[in-house]
């Protein structure tokens, strides 16, 4: 009798390594007989091992190369074409550095904001052949041949065999060519020796930092050499997210090997009265998650491989250069593998230490195990939260800039990240005093999710981590998006068509520029010209401050935040948009749409040479009034930022129409778009459509959706572990004449309350990171943590769905009253 009362001590060694073997083996057959039930550990680790190798490909291979434009050689020069000493300049390159390869190139317009390169370029070249590859065709040979990189053949609608004119001059087509290093690189090649007058020439050759100092370049020409990016590598980036996604899913695992160890509770009894040592018998836990670990890792492996095989050639396109699919950090995918045996065997040591400890007849009885007193503090999680915000408080934020910068928000978030995990049973606690005023079937409930934190604690953690991010993703778009100066979102609605006189498109570098009388009228024709074919008359002509002065309104004290794209307050634009001219007070400089500009502090309007590196005859209003107006469009693109005529009047500016915005009466199609773009190309003006930016609303909203569903799924799986666990509570219940109604409000109760307080702690969590992390910016004013209808999904839409769903699914009557079977 006294063999089943107590384990054997640990002092025999428990067999040695033939026992050990023993129980491994078992551990291996009981993981082949009940890998369903281990199904969700397995899906997870898998998921994440294939999407952190899929994502640091994707990452890896996302940067343009730095070689970019540099083909084989390691140093390029750009001369001027015009330069008469063009030949000797070549010849001495040449001479001192050796062999060279020389790209000409003439840019031409194509009536988009890009334009595109004629180019001489030798195939065949020393260094340049990187940067050309065939698609089809073959490359031009001889004079009035071209071959077309594949867009802009798009453009013209042009094929091979085609006739293509440009610059009063007819070409054959006879090939599609690519420049594989930069897809977006737009050009028609020639054979060398067709371009009579090239606006710049390329020359490429190999160099030591020894030839570079003992060469003299000509005057004002600086040889290049490739630079690698800088910051953290995306591998190690990709890698930061892999382990606070395994963290996750090892959250996720702590619950599920509880459970699978309450369900062997009465086999590893049967084990322990045969002579199993605690040592054997946490081996048969711990072992399971090694082997979960391992099939995870090795199927997570092989498909992230094969996704990413099937998919490099498609992402080369997204990618604007050609992928080759063994580019990839090799040393991550190990790293990756390991890091999932380790999560799953480390998830399973705490419910192998419990289920250790538990006596031999209370495990042969199968009865639950009365949970430990727990003595949890919060000191460790308060601390790790505090160092992650401090961190991301250093980190510089939108600001911070190189390795150190980059380090500390990575590790911010991770020690956040770690504190909240710590506190998320401490917050379970909580739940005691409320459960005594609650109803009697939620307080069965809470009283459960309380008393058993081992479980409820991993699962509020995980559900808490999942609203974390996606709120955290949210409150940062928030803040970028509502930067009235550095302004981000959408270009134009789907119907609009902007066209720009030459160098005044939006988000140019440089001053604008006064058009030429010619300009201005071959844009008025051109813009009258496209609205008709749209069938419309509703054209607005944008006018702006112009040199021989320049204008911007900028943000004292602050590197790169100032904008250029200010455009006149005429009284037809603001008739346009329904602004009265009583409206504006009469010491008011600017009018905006965009939120938050009109609070922003530091903020000075000047006028003068002020892009020039010695600024002259600079004028400027400190701290200009700034008029909010809804009525103005909010686009990026859109005139949203206007200069008045009282400011015109004090910074002595002249104005002049640059753009003109056509309102069609519908979204415009590709037919429409080409059309006026051909239109525009042939007056020499560009046009801009709608692009691919999202809206400050769709990435909240998809945020906030996303980290919703992620936290539904895991509660929907930790809650089935949950009340699986608590099986034999139910058939009581049940054999008391507890309701249906009952058990599912036992169940909606849990549910509704893990996802109440996983919304508030994982909502607070993210807004003090948020804060620390763009702390200089909301408190200037500069931009906004304003919650939008994402917060109140998260906040009230989780925990209704949660309850909702619990309560729907849990109405099913156990089985009948039964011994729990032996394995």
């Known amino acids: 009798m006294t063999a089943v009362l107590d384990r054997p001590t640990e002092t025999g060694g428990g067999g040695g390594a033939a026992a050990r073997r023993a129980v491994m083996r078992w551990a291996w057959r009981l993981f082949r007989r009940e890998w369903r039930q281990q199904l969700l550990v397995l899906t997870l680790i898998t998921v994440a091992v294939a999407a952190t190798i899929f994502g640091a490909a994707i990452g890896t291979n996302a940067p343009l190369p730095a070689n970019g434009g540099f083909g084989s050689a390691n140093t390029l020069v750009n001369l ?22 020389v790209i000409e190139n003439q840019t031409f317009a194509t009536g988009l904001v890009q334009g595109a390169q004629l180019r001489a370029q030798n195939p065949d070249g020393a260094f340049g052949r990187p940067m050309l590859a065939l698609v089809s065709g073959h490359y031009p040979h001889g004079a009035g041949q071209v071959a077309m990189s594949g867009p802009l053949a798009s453009t013209y609608r042009v094929g091979i065999g085609g006739i293509w004119r440009s610059g009063g001059r007819a070409w054959r087509v006879v090939g599609l060519a690519e420049n594989p290093q930069n897809l977006l690189d737009d050009f028609a090649l020639v054979a060398p020796g067709q371009l009579a007058a090239p606006s710049q020439v390329t020359v490429l050759f190999d160099s030591t930092p020894l030839s570079l ?3 003299d370049f000509p005057p004002g020409i600086t040889p290049l050499t490739p630079q690698p990016p800088g910051g953290l590598s995306p591998a ?10 395994l963290f996750f899913i090892g959250l996720v695992a702590v619950a599920g090997f509880t459970v699978l160890a309450q369900r062997r509770l009465r086999s590893l009894g049967m084990l322990s009265s045969l002579g199993a040592t605690d040592k054997n018998i946490r081996l048969v836990m711990v072992a399971n998650g090694a082997v979960v670990g391992v099939a995870g890792a090795l199927a997570g492996a092989v498909i992230g491989l094969a996704a990413w095989i099937a998919y490099a050639p498609s992402f080369g396109v997204s990618a604007d250069h050609r992928v080759v699919w063994t580019s990839l ?39 639950p195990v009365e949970p430990r007193e727990g003595h949890d503090t919060p000191r460790l999680g308060l601390a790790l939260l505090a160092l992650g915000i401090l961190l991301l408080a250093f980190s510089g934020g939108f600001g911070g800039s190189g390795s150190s910068s980059n380090l500390d928000a ?12 710590l506190l998320a049973p401490i917050v379970i606690a909580s739940l005691e005093p409320v459960a005594r005023r ?8 809470l009283r459960d999710l309380a008393r058993y934190r081992a479980r409820s604690g991993a699962a509020l953690a995980a559900t808490s981590l999942a609203v974390l991010i996606a709120m955290f993703i949210a409150l940062l778009a928030t803040n970028r998006y509502t930067d009235g100066l550095d302004y981000v979102g959408p270009n134009l609605p789907h119907d609009q068509i902007i066209v720009y006189t030459p160098g005044n498109n939006a988000g140019a570098s440089s001053a604008r520029v006064l058009p030429t009388a010619k300009q201005d009228a071959a844009g008025r024709a051109t813009a009258a010209s496209i609205a008709a074919a749209l069938g419309t008359r509703d054209v607005l ?3 702006t401050p112009v040199a021989p002065t320049d204008v911007a309104l900028s943000r004292v004290g602050s590197a790169a935040q100032d904008t250029i794209d200010l455009y006149a307050a005429t009284p037809a634009l603001l008739r346009h948009y329904g602004i009265k001219p009583g409206a504006i007070l009469p010491t008011t400089a600017v009018i905006t749409s965009r939120p938050g500009l009109a609070g922003t502090s530091n903020l000075l309007l000047a006028s003068g040479n002020w892009l020039s590196q010695n600024p002259t005859n600079i004028r400027n209003i400190p701290t200009p009034q700034i008029q909010t107006f809804a009525s103005l469009p909010s686009d990026v693109s859109d005139p949203n930022l206007l200069v008045t005529e009282y400011a015109v009047r004090v910074l002595r500016m002249r104005v002049a129409t640059v753009a003109w915005l056509i309102q069609a009466p519908r979204a415009l199609t590709p037919l429409q778009v080409d059309s006026a773009r051909r239109v525009a190309a042939a007056a020499g003006l560009t046009i801009e459509t709608k692009n691919s930016q999202p809206s400050l609303d769709q990435v909240r909203n998809d945020a906030a959706a996303a980290g919703v569903l992620v936290a539904l799924g895991v509660l929907a799986m930790t809650i089935g572990l949950i009340r699986s666990e608590t099986a034999g509570d139910l058939r009581t219940l049940t054999a008391t004449g507890a309701s249906g109604r009952t058990r599912r409000n036992i169940t909606g109760a849990t549910a509704g309350a893990l996802g109440l307080l996983g919304a508030l702690l994982g909502t607070a969590v993210a807004y003090l990171a948020v804060f620390a992390y763009t702390w200089h910016e909301v408190i200037l004013g500069e931009a906004s943590l304003f919650p939008g209808p994402d917060l109140l999904l998260v906040l009230v839409g989780l925990p ?16 009948a009253i039964a011994h729990q079977p032996l394995e």
Do not use: C, E, K
């Open 800 to 815: 209704l769905l949660a309850a909702a769903g619990g309560w729907l699914f849990a109405g099913r009557q156990p089985p």
């Open 329 to 367: 950090p090799w040393w991550l995918v190990v790293t990756a593998m390991i890091l999932a045996v380790l999560t799953a065997t480390l998830a399973s040591r705490r419910p192998a230490r419990a289920v250790a400890g538990v006596p031999v007849v209370a495990a042969l009885s199968g009865r």
């Open 438 to 445: 609650a109803p009697v079937s939620a307080r069965i409930a």
């Open 541 to 543: 002509a944008l006018q």
């Open 410 to 421: 990575i590790g911010g978030l991770l020690a956040t990240i770690a504190g909240l995990v």
């Open 80 to 101: 001027p074409g015009s330069d008469p000493r063009l030949a000797a300049d070549v010849a001495a390159i040449r001479a001192h550095f050796g062999p060279v390869d």
């Open 213 to 215: 100092a003992t060469f």
């Open 236 to 245: 190690f980036i990709a890698l930061a997210f892999a382990v606070v996604g």
